[in-house]
């Protein structure tokens, strides 16, 4: 009995045991299966510790010593990550600036020509092949290498090629950044054509402009009384340049009256899209040494672009035997930009000058390759290219141009665009040239090259001098030997409007543009204040009718005008400066609207209407809108407007003294009754075209009652209807103050999606897409440089986020708090931090 | 296996018991194995599966083998973390990928010691 018993135990557990071994077994193996799985594994080789390819990215130091053919140079790094480099001569700063630039900023530097070129598909699959598309068909990159042959064999020519050779330096000998270990892939070389993308893609940033298409199609859709909310002068009384006399024939330069026939709202609206986010502009100014406590000459710059992880700048301080240059300029190129040397300093805003302009062709009906030119048929020029597109198939499209430029279609309708931007432009020489200027004259002198983007430049020099100048080839346009203004869409097949001197892709002679030397400019002003506003009142030629509206520069000029002598905390404290100058004109007139209304015809707060039938209780903007976060501009409660809510938020107003604070009550409701207020105006006209179809702030805070978007509804019931709108939306999302709704989320990296960490921290956020400290939440747009510079002294600045690209560095946002309040630290020319790295021959 | 025997053992079954049951012979052992264990995990993720299986061979039972996987892979991340020095910081700030790192550096081990239930 008990050896059975034994026996009968032994059986079983022996049996339990190889149960349990197979299930150990099969535990095992789908463990390891699973984790072999082509996700599971790349998400493992990723980020796996130890052996993951993220961490290679961590800790990386640049090499102590860098063989160069260019000549001896160092490079130290300061406290917050700003490369000092020291050079025998020219190229061997320029190769050592293309080491640093490739070692902080390499991901930047790839992304931004494959933009340009139409290559993102590669990298980011099908939801950019659009995008690559667009910038195939304009043929960027045709334009960046026409730019590059005359380039070529001038002396800066041999700097480009030596900064290329100093990234590709870097991506050689240095482990890679962190986002190529996410995507799993290497950079290919560097080259000059490159460098020049990275500048035409700022040039398209400022200039790329399709206004005359949408008002094409506003006068159609809506009726031509609609124009009149896109005037091509705003009557306000703060230009650039004041009290400008001009003996200029401005007779012909008044604007189009008539846009002309529209080319269809697909096209229209695939083009807009390409633009820049509104609010793309700058403020800058300067002063003269009789109006500051020192004596010497003020520029203060706050370029305004898309805030970006990392920064759309790049810091850098170089000095050689010629200049000692310190300022920003975007990784790229290897010339700062905007900045201070020992001779003077200078800032750059756009002018919203225009300079692209659309053509309609009369097509062949029996051959659409054919278009009628100058009595005669022509074919387009077409070339097939084909975009890669990562885990897809690749596209095939045919790239058409005409005598114009490139032709551009949707549903059927076609449009030849010419842009200043696309024939070789000699903007790299203007910029070296500035950068390493002695004074006044050289600046004027290297402006002359400074062929686009059209740019308000302001400089002062250590002698005292100061100066404002407009930089860029202005095009002029003749009709019947009469010059016309731009923003229409001009006859192709007739030549209409022609820019002579003009070559696509290829050298221009300019010869049918505006001189340099009538070019708006004042040599030796008392000062200047530059915010993408109407240069001048009576200009001798037409410059463009996409100006920002004059709320910073007004507010620039009531303060710079009465000031006494300043100083540079005053410069720092103006750019800071909170002050919403439409609701000076809007808030009072709210205010009183309130003491007048008759709460009885404002009952139904979700109508859009004043007779209480159903209205658009969808009144909202386009759901991608972060101006209107609630997705929905008209109030959800139904029925009886709450009366003591409106008069507590009239109390805040009255109280608030007009300035856009994180902290402030007033700030919050006045910004989302402003939203409200829009959305009431415009939606029931422009609601079919579209947001991006909104006249702008100037237009809406002056529209008279009758006035075609009120549509017999009076302005002051909007205004209140607006109110309560806006106080149910601040009251359901539990808002207290503006900070609560207007922060820094949406700055972010390209990734940030997908990884969220390499975004900086969401913070509240000071300012509007009206004050001087400028913020625009919903593009995230705002100063993504500040800088305050005594000419030939001392100088502050501040960037939005960190110098360095790299995820892992200690200078990946170290200053995007002091940004975010308004603080600066300085920007000065002596070198600083310890020697990293040393460039040579013959290190071997 | 021959129980109670007396005479050295040469089978590579007698050597592996020696290392599970004489302690010198079982130091030296893990350290081997948690040598060897940490080379495999810095060449390939799988290599944290292989490490967890080394020092799990060596433990007298499955379940000090579960004990000593997990062991291990603290020890993975405390070696990546110091690998890391100051860039520690910003690592662990990125969620959810170090996640990943964290759960691989501790589970996989763990998968990887079961094998002690096998052999």
Same mark, same amino acid.
């Given at each position: 009995m008990d050896e059975t018993d034994e026996r009968t135990r032994s059986d079983r557990s022996a049996g339990a045991d190889r149960r349990r071994r197979a299930v150990l077994a099969a535990v095992v193996a789908a463990g390891v299966g699973g984790l072999s799985l082509s996700g599971a594994r790349g998400l493992l080789e990723t980020f796996a510790p130890l052996s993951g390819r993220a961490w290679d990215a961590a800790g990386r130091e640049p090499a102590g010593e860098v063989d160069s053919p260019y000549g001896d140079a160092t490079v130290r790094y300061d406290g917050l990550g700003v490369p000092h480099v020291e050079a025998d001569g020219e190229a061997a700063a320029a190769f050592a600036v293309g080491y640093v630039q490739g070692f902080d900023r390499l991901f930047q530097l790839d992304l931004g020509r494959r933009l340009v070129a139409g290559r993102l598909s590669e990298l980011a699959g099908e939801a950019t092949v659009e995008d690559d598309e667009f910038h195939r068909r304009m043929g960027f990159r045709d334009a960046a290498e026409a730019s590059w042959e005359p380039l070529a064999d001038a002396p800066v020519g041999g700097l480009l090629e030596a900064y290329a050779d100093g990234v590709n330096a870097a991506i050689d000998d240095e482990p890679l950044p962190l986002e190529f270990e996410l995507l799993d892939y290497e950079p290919e070389p560097w080259t000059p054509v490159d460098t020049l993308s990275a500048e035409t893609q700022i040039g398209w940033a400022l200039t790329g402009e399709f206004g005359e298409l949408r008002r094409a199609l506003v006068a159609d859709r809506l009726g031509e009384e609609f124009l009149a909310l896109y005037p091509d002068r705003m009557d306000h009384d703060a230009p650039i340049l004041r009290g400008t006399a001009t003996d200029g024939d401005t007779a012909g330069v008044a604007a189009a009256d008539r846009p002309g026939e529209p080319v269809g709202a697909a096209l229209t609206d695939w083009l807009s899209a &390409?633009?820049? !986010? #509104?609010? +793309?502009g700058s403020n800058s100014w300067v002063v003269s040494g009789e109006h500051t406590e020192s004596g010497r000459p003020i520029v203060a710059n706050d370029p305004h672009l898309e805030l970006t992880v990392p920064p759309l700048w790049y810091e850098q301080h170089v000095r050689t035997p010629e200049a000692d240059v310190r300022g920003v300029t975007f990784p790229g190129v290897p010339f700062v930009i905007i900045g201070a040397n020992a001779d003077g300093t200078w800032g750059f805003t756009n002018v919203g000058a225009d300079v692209l302009d659309c053509y309609r062709y009369e097509i062949d009906a029996d051959d659409p390759n054919r278009y009628r030119y100058r009595g005669e048929w022509r074919e387009f020029d077409r070339e097939r290219q084909s975009i890669a597109v990562a885990d897809g198939e690749d596209r095939t499209i045919t790239v058409r141009r005409s005598v114009h430029g490139p032709v551009l279609e949707r549903e059927g309708r076609t449009v030849g665009v010419a842009w200043t931007g696309l024939a070789a432009t000699r903007t790299t020489e203007a910029i070296y040239g500035i950068s390493r200027s002695g004074g006044l004259e050289d600046v004027r002198e290297a402006a #002359? #090259? &400074?062929?686009? !983007? +059209?740019q308000n430049l302001v400089y002062a020099d250590a002698d005292g001098r100061t100066l404002y100048q407009l930089v860029g080839k202005l095009p002029i346009r003749r009709i019947d030997g009469e010059a016309v203004p731009g923003d229409r869409i001009f006859d192709g097949s007739a030549g209409e409007g022609e820019w002579d001197g003009f070559t696509p892709y290829g050298e221009s002679s300019w010869e049918g543009f505006v001189p340099f030397e009538e070019l708006p400019a004042a040599v030796d002003p008392d000062h200047v204040a530059t915010a993408n506003q109407r240069v001048a009142d009576d200009p001798d030629h037409y410059i463009g009718v996409a100006y920002a509206t004059p709320y910073r520069g007004r507010r620039l000029y009531d303060v710079l005008d009465g000031a006494? !002598? +300043?100083e540079p905390a005053d410069h720092r404290a103006l750019q800071t400066d909170l002050r919403d100058e439409r609701a000076v004109e809007l808030v009072p007139a709210l205010l009183s609207a309130l003491e007048d209304v008759d709460w009885d015809g404002i009952e139904r707060v979700d109508e859009t209407g004043d007779d209480g039938t159903a209205g658009d209780s969808e009144g909202g903007g386009d759901p991608g809108d972060a101006d209107d976060p609630g997705g929905d501009g008209s109030a959800g409660g139904p029925g009886a407007v709450d009366a003591a809510a409106i008069a507590d938020a009239a109390d805040v107003l009255a109280d608030w003294e007009y300035r856009m604070d994180r902290d402030s009550r007033g700030a919050l409701v006045f910004a989302r009754w402003f939203e409200a207020f829009r959305e009431r105006v415009f939606e029931p006209s422009f609601g079919e075209l579209g947001e991006s179809y909104y006249p702008n702030d100037w237009v809406l805070a002056t529209l008279p009652d009758g006035s075609p978007p009120l549509d017999g509804r009076s302005r002051e019931t909007v205004m209140v209807e607006a109110l309560a709108t806006a106080v149910a939306e601040i009251d359901e999302a539990g808002w207290e103050r503006y900070g609560d709704v207007n922060t820094t989320a949406p700055i972010d990296h390209p990734f940030g999606g997908e990884a969220p960490f390499l975004g900086y921290a969401d913070r509240p956020a000071d300012g509007s897409r009206a004050t001087v400290k400028n913020y625009r939440a919903s593009s995230a747009v705002g100063a993504s440089w500040r800088m305050v510079a005594e000419a030939g002294g001392d100088a502050w600045a501040i960037l939005p986020g960190g110098n360095s690209g790299d995820y892992f560095s200690a200078h990946y946002g170290d200053q995007f708090q002091a940004w975010v309040d308004g603080e600066y630290r300085p920007m000065a020319l002596e070198p600083d931090g310890e020697v990293s790295i040393t460039f040579g021959g013959d290190r071997s | 296996m021959t129980p109670g025997a007396d005479g050295p053992a040469t089978t590579a079954d007698g050597r592996l018991d020696r290392l599970r049951t004489e302690p010198r012979a079982h130091a030296a052992g893990l350290v081997v194995a948690t040598g060897l264990g940490v080379l495999a995990a810095w060449l390939d993720p799988l290599g944290l599966v292989v490490g967890g299986a080394l020092v799990g061979l060596v433990a007298a039972s499955l379940r000090r083998a579960i004990l000593y996987g997990l062991a291990f892979g603290v020890l993975v991340l405390v070696v990546f973390a110091l690998s890391l020095g100051t860039t520690l910081g910003p690592a662990v700030g990125m969620v959810p990928a170090v996640y990943l790192t964290l759960g691989a550096g501790v589970g996989m081990p763990v998968l990887g010691s079961l094998v002690r239930g096998l052999v």
């Open positions: &390409f633009e820049s !986010p #509104r609010g +793309t #002359r #090259r &400074f062929d686009l !983007p +059209t006494a !002598p +300043t | -």
